[in-house]
């Protein structure tokens, strides 16, 4: 998989792009990424990119002309176009998963106020944002992508089982972990992880980040395919099959909820009934 970025502080890349995960994948041909300076479309001698805005405002604009002719110039046949934006489409694992599944993608880095909305007219981008914050410009959103996308490229991460875990779990799988000492400073371990008993070990783990809650936002209706839920310390919540309901569920539910769609579709609804760690869980809530 290729990536094109299109930049005016190309150097922002430079060791993010070496190290780690991304910069092996790249040292081992299973990943290009070509960072361009947009400075070379802009006009001579001064090579602005940016103007004042129509209508008047404070700060300026990136101009359409050198950001179309870059990207016209990189972008391959079938190369998809996305430009980072504040109020681009939500980064997702989903999204991320489907962009890794691309032969190339020409990513335009921002900076000032924004660019010329002819731009995305023109190159019929996809307007993508990493978060509800505001950034400086595109370029560190930029590498969020390249890294969210990078590793789900098959052969990037080594270990090929942490990917299949992830495909589990919605890649959000999160239970409280440890490594050695045992007893730090007096804070220590839970017991049960040093028992040797996986069952044991796997329910505490499901049950540690398990929460059913009911949503604020009124009822909602279960995705397709996912009519019930065995979350393992179970107990019937009263629905019928296909009754229209919302369920918050931490990241871990959500996985249970996933393998027992998998394994056993069929009628009811189940949800735990364990709040251990409740606060703790809630905020790690999600919409089902
Ligand atoms: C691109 C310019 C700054 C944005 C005025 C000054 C993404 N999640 C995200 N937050 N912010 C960005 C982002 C911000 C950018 C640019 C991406 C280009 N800015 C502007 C509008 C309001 N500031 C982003 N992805």
């Known amino acids: 998989m290729r990536f094109d ?5 190309p150097e922002l890349f430079e060791s993010p792009l070496q190290v780690s995960l991304v910069g092996k994948a790249i040292d081992g041909g299973l990943l290009e990424v070509e960072v361009h300076n947009l400075r070379n479309w802009a006009p001579h001698p001064h090579r602005k990119v940016d103007d004042a805005p129509f209508g008047g405002g404070a700060g300026m604009v990136m101009a359409p002309g050198p950001v179309v002719d870059a990207v016209e110039e990189v972008r391959r046949p079938g190369g998809r176009v996305i430009q980072l934006s504040a109020s681009g489409e939500p980064l997702t694992q989903a999204m991320a998963a489907e962009l890794s599944q691309q032969n190339q993608l020409v990513l335009v880095c921002g900076r000032y106020e924004g660019m010329d909305d002819r731009i995305q007219e023109i190159l019929g981008s996809q307007e993508v944002s990493i978060g509800e914050y505001v950034l400086a410009g595109g370029e560190v959103a930029a590498l969020v992508l390249i890294e969210a996308v990078a590793r789900l490229v098959p052969g990037v991460l080594g270990n090929e089982v942490s990917l299949a875990e992830e495909s ?4 959000l799988l999160e239970y409280p972990q440890y490594t050695r000492p045992a007893d730090f400073r007096g804070h220590k ?36 395919g996912a009519q019930w839920a065995d979350l393992g310390a179970a107990g019937p919540v009263g629905l019928g099959s296909g009754t229209p309901c919302t369920v918050r569920l931490s990241s871990f539910c959500r996985a249970q909820l996933a393998r027992v769609n998998l394994e056993a579709p069929a009628a009811g609804l189940l949800a735990p009934t364990r709040r251990h760690r409740a606060v703790k869980s809630r905020s790690k809530g999600e919409q089902l």
């Open 189 to 224: 371990v839970p017991d049960v992880l040093l028992s040797g008993n996986h069952k044991l070990i796997a329910d505490w783990r499901r049950q540690d980040s398990a929460l059913p809650a009911r949503s604020s936002g009124g009822p909602e209706p279960l995705p397709r």
């Open 168 to 171: 589990f779990t919605g890649g």
């Open 5 to 9: 970025v299109i930049t005016i502080f």
